[in-house]
């Protein structure tokens, strides 16, 4: 039995996520799998590639072929560097967490206002002002 380590596509239509798995080469693409050995999430920015460094060294050591998509992955991650003993490659970027928006009190927001409006509603204007005219035109 041929061993393939390939992507299980999952997600939406137009948000993908996959899984890297370890399957049977003859089994289709969202088929059963043997093992999930890492995640890979292509539409966050950096992409998100987590992959299980002990598990690929296994599949690999034990004959599983990795397709081109995974091979591209494992390559970035260093797992197919280590594997066939060469130099790492160049650590991954890491996505910086985004600086926290600062809340309405540090802004300088009173709690002391009862949340009335500043300027009278149109509807009472125009009312008022109906009710005006048909005073005049009476007298």
């Given at each position: ?37 890492g995640k ?31 091979l591209a ?23 910086e967490p ?42």
């Open positions: 039995m041929a061993v393939k380590i390939k992507l299980k596509r999952l997600g939406k239509i137009r948000s993908p996520h996959y899984r890297i798995v370890v399957a049977d080469s003859r089994t289709r693409r969202d088929g059963r799998a043997i093992e999930e050995i890979y999430h292509p539409t966050y920015n950096p992409s998100v590639m987590e992959v299980d460094a002990e598990r690929v060294a296994y599949w690999l050591s034990v004959g599983a072929q990795p397709t081109e998509p995974v992955i494992l390559k970035k991650t260093g797992d197919w560097q280590k594997f066939k003993g060469e130099p790492a490659p160049a650590p991954l970027l890491v996505a985004k600086p926290a928006r600062p809340s309405f009190e540090a802004i300088g927001g009173d709690d002391d206002s009862k949340g009335e409006a500043i300027t009278q509603k149109k509807k009472a204007e125009k009312k008022d002002e109906a009710a005006a005219e048909s005073e005049s035109t009476e007298a």
